[in-house]
């Protein structure tokens, strides 16, 4: 049996199942943003989840988190393509997760107010936090924020 090295456990050598499951729920997200699907999107976000969006709107529930979506994907991200890459997954403890992901967002229909993507990719980086209760990963928490450019090196950013 062939195994990716994203498959392989933090050892390295054998699946870490907390992680597989993870990673899986991940993908689930993908496979649900790509489909326009905000149900399936929010399936793993618990009930009292905390949501802050790449503009900075926060919410606390996952009825909005649900509808937030359901939003989007009917009016600016339309359509879109998402991909998603996880760059880290730190075990805080054995039923607490940090994950960090890099999130690439094409075909959308426009992008909400003081977003860009000159390039016609949205970048951004995402921080969930998951929890494991009853043997089960949820989201506690997702951080979106968009990335921005950077000025050149030698000139003074804006403040």
């Not at 990716?4 to 050892?11: D, E, I, V």
């Not at 054998?14 to 499951?21: F, L, V």
């Not at 890099?102 to 936090?129: H, K, M, S």
């Amino acid at each position: 049996m062939m195994m990716t090295l994203s498959a392989l456990g933090q050892s390295g050598t054998s699946p870490n199942p907390d992680e597989t499951a993870i990673r899986a729920i991940v993908d689930s997200e993908v496979a649900a943003w790509n489909r326009g699907d905000a149900k399936a999107f929010a399936a793993r976000f618990e009930q009292d989840g905390s949501f802050t969006n790449i503009i900075g709107q926060t919410s606390f529930d996952h009825a909005t988190f649900e509808q937030r979506h359901e939003h989007i994907f009917a009016t600016v991200y339309k359509g879109s393509t998402m991909k998603q890459n996880i760059q880290r997954i730190k075990f805080i403890t054995s039923d607490v997760a940090l994950v960090d992901v890099e999130a690439l967002v094409t075909g959308y229909q426009r992008l909400p107010p003081g977003v860009q993507a000159p390039d016609g990719i949205l970048r951004t980086e995402l921080q969930q936090l998951f929890v494991k209760r009853n043997g089960e990963w949820w989201i506690a928490s997702f951080h979106n924020v968009d990335v921005k450019r950077l000025p050149p090196r030698g000139s003074s950013p804006s403040h």
